[in-house]
């Protein structure tokens, strides 16, 4: 079974600074994706980042970095130069690779980042 | 880009009537589709997954009799909450993908139900 772990409830961090989400996951699949999620209070949920249990580097998207350690199975998200405008809910989701197509989004709890002028 | 709309985006219903909330995928070919539950401040629960023609697969704990999915179309998947109690007020969320990159999963905006 899938599993994700988002141990952070909610995180304050200061505008222009950088700021750490954490991620763990549990899956016994050896193809897997993993996925970084903003939900603004709008509901809208926009994705940021991905990155596939084969890739070789951590993905990088403008200010979104994911940090990934396989053997850890970590996949935190980094994101630099904090914005008023990040504040929102973070999930973390992973996703069974089946011939390189994949199927349904299994999420994390979610992490309220609060961004303070 | 692509993208997938929700209607309506929020709906006001009495006990033990029906609703019916439609997810469209605008500009592609969905070949399955998504449903997400999620309550304030929790986490997206995945409520079953449609594709194309076929009966949808329900997640352990969902009631099938009660959130009827219908995938008619390769553009068109509907959720129906039948005799809606007040604890089925949620935020119902689709996603689709036309299965073509590992990555991607398209989101509708969600559906805000409120059972009275």
């Given amino acids: ?117 | 880009g692509a993208v997938v709309s929700q209607h309506p985006s929020w709906v006001i219903c009495k006990s033990g009537t029906s609703v019916k909330i439609e997810c469209r995928s605008l500009d592609f070919q969905a070949t399955t589709m998504f449903w997400y539950r999620q309550f304030p401040k929790q986490s997206l629960m995945l409520m079953a997954t449609s594709n194309e023609g076929s009966k949808a697969t329900y997640e352990q704990g969902v009631e099938k009799d009660k959130f009827l999915i219908n995938h008619a179309s390769l553009t068109l998947s509907t959720l129906t909450v039948t005799s809606a109690h007040p604890e089925d007020s949620s935020f119902y969320i689709c996603s689709a993908t036309q299965g073509v990159t590992p990555y991607e999963q398209y989101f509708g905006p969600g559906t805000r139900l409120t059972v009275t």
């Fill in chain 1, 1 to 117: 079974a899938q599993k994700i772990t988002q141990t952070q409830p909610g995180m304050f961090v200061q505008e222009k600074e950088a700021v750490t989400l954490d991620c763990t996951y549990d899956t016994s699949d050896p193809s897997y994706g993993l996925f970084w999620y903003k939900q603004p209070s709008s509901g809208e949920m926009i994705f940021l980042i991905y990155q596939g249990s084969y890739d070789q580097q951590n993905a990088t998207e403008g200010r979104y970095s994911l940090n990934f350690q396989k053997a850890r199975k970590s996949a935190n998200l980094v994101i630099s130069a904090s914005q008023l405008g990040d504040s929102a809910m973070y999930f973390c989701a992973m996703r069974r690779m089946i011939y390189n197509q994949g199927g349904k989004l299994i999420f994390g709890q979610g992490t309220e980042l609060s961004v303070k002028p």
